[in-house]
C-alpha cells in the first residue's frame, strides 16, 4: 500500500511541474506519438543473468537439503547435478538410486512426523496458559462461546450472513508454539454455514468485506470434533475475508 501511496504521490507531482513548465515555456511542435503494438503482442522475455540464476537454482537446493538436517555429502550432489545435466549415464544403478533416494525420504518424513508430535504435545501443554493470557490482551473480544479474536485490519465492505457465499484466504498455527499448520489457504467459495472450520461459521458473519482477524479458537472449541488430535489444541487462524455475495 505505502508503495501504491507514493505512486499516485509521484503521478501527481510529475503532472504538477508538467503544468508548470507549459505555462512558462513556449509550446513546440508535438512529436508523433510511437505506434502502437498489436493487442496480443507477447511481452518481451526477460534478461536474466546466467551466473545469476545459475547460483539461484544451486542456493535453493542447498537450503532445502539443509532444512532437512540430514548428512549430505555436497560434493556427490554436484556431481550428481553435473552428470543428469550434461545427459550422462549416472554412476549408480536406478535401483540403487531409487533406494537412496527413498530411504532419506522416508528419513526426513519420520523427522518432521516427530517434531510435529512434540510441538502438539508441548501446545497442548501450554494451551491453558496462553489462552488467558491472550484473553488479557488489548483488542482481543471475547464471544460467548469462548473464541477470541482481534482485529488486524478493518474491513469497510459488506457484512456477510449466514446464507451468503464468501471468499476467505486463512493460514492457522498451533497458537502456543506458533507451528504453522497451513500456508495461505484459499479455498473456493463456500455458504457461511457451512464453513469448513466451525469456529468461522461465528465469526466471518461479524466482519466486513476487506478485514483480517486473528482468531484464536481455545480447545475444544470450534474446529471440528473431526479431527480429535487439533480439539484438544488451542488453534490460531488468520482470516481475511474476500467476496461477500
Do not use: C
Not at 476487506?210 to 482470516?239: D, M, R, S, Y
Amino acid at each position: 500500500m505505502k508503495f501504491r501511496v507514493l505512486a499516485v504521490a509521484l503521478a501527481a507531482m510529475t503532472l504538477t511541474v508538467g503544468l508548470a513548465s507549459a505555462q512558462t515555456k513556449p509550446a513546440t511542435p508535438a512529436t508523433p506519438a510511437p505506434a502502437a503494438k498489436p493487442a496480443g503482442t507477447p511481452a518481451a522475455a526477460p534478461v536474466v543473468d546466467k551466473s545469476h540464476a545459475s547460483y539461484a537454482f544451486g542456493w535453493q537446493l542447498g537450503q532445502e537439503l539443509a532444512n532437512t538436517e540430514e548428512p549430505v555429502d555436497i560434493a556427490a550432489a554436484v556431481r550428481g547435478l553435473q552428470d543428469a545435466y550434461a545427459k550422462k549415464q549416472p554412476a549408480y544403478t536406478q535401483e540403487q538410486l531409487s533406494a537412496a533416494y527413498a530411504g532419506f525420504q522416508q528419513r526426513v518424513q519420520q523427522k518432521m512426523e516427530a517434531a510435529f508430535r512434540k510441538a502438539l504435545a508441548d501446545n497442548q501443554a501450554q494451551s491453558t496458559d496462553f489462552v488467558t493470557k491472550y484473553k488479557a490482551q488489548q483488542g482481543v473480544i471475547t464471544l460467548p462461546s469462548g473464541i477470541m479474536y482481534r482485529v488486524a485490519k478493518p474491513g469497510t465492505g459488506a457484512k456477510a450472513t449466514a446464507n451468503s457465499q464468501v471468499e476467505i484466504a486463512f493460514r492457522s498455527f498451533l497458537a502456543a508454539v506458533g507451528v504453522p499448520l497451513s500456508n495461505v489457504q484459499t479455498p473456493q467459495p463456500f455458504k457461511v454455514a457451512d464453513a469448513p472450520i466451525p469456529a468461522l461459521k461465528e465469526t466471518i458473519p461479524l466482519m466486513q468485506q476487506g478485514a483480517v482477524w486473528e482468531i484464536v479458537v481455545p480447545p475444544g472449541k470450534g474446529v471440528g470434533a473431526q479431527n480429535q488430535q487439533l480439539n484438544q489444541q488451542a488453534i490460531a487462524i488468520q482470516v481475511e475475508l474476500g467476496a461477500v455475495k
